[in-house]
């Protein structure tokens, strides 16, 4: 499966972002899929993740109560809805895909996107 992110850009602390993942191909809904984020100088990190249908959704600590990831596998992509963006959430944003139909931060992510950029300003 191939995957591309969009919907990155500049916003103000406080503000709200949403991004998207589309994603080829017609087994979409047998991939658990995940965000990731890599700041500069940072490791990349688990940001979160949900099921194949949708249902079951996980999340870093660091991001929970104010992001909220979806998908809509009628439309082969996945959201990352982002409220309350603090300034250390600036980073690159990768959504990854995981044979792990209900996968967590644990779980193998074998493809990704190629990333998209949010920087937050004070």
């Known amino acids: 499966v191939q995957l591309q992110a969009s919907g990155g850009g500049l916003v103000q602390a406080g503000g709200s972002l949403r991004l998207s993942c589309a994603a080829s191909g017609r087994t979409f809904s047998r991939y658990g899929m995940g965000w990731f984020r890599q700041a500069p100088g940072k490791e990349r990190e688990f940001v979160a993740a949900?099921?194949?249908?949708?249902?079951?959704?996980y999340y870093a600590d660091s991001v929970k109560g104010r992001f909220t990831i979806s998908r809509d596998n009628t439309k082969n992509t996945v959201y990352l809805q982002m409220n309350s963006l603090k300034l250390e959430d600036t980073a690159v944003y990768y959504c990854?895909?995981?044979?792990?139909?209900?996968?967590?931060?644990?779980?193998?992510?074998?493809?990704w996107g190629q990333g998209t950029q949010v920087t937050v300003s004070s």
């Open positions: 949900v099921s194949w249908s949708g249902g079951i959704t």
């Open positions: 990854a895909a995981s044979s792990t139909v209900v996968p967590n931060n644990k779980a193998p992510y074998h493809y």
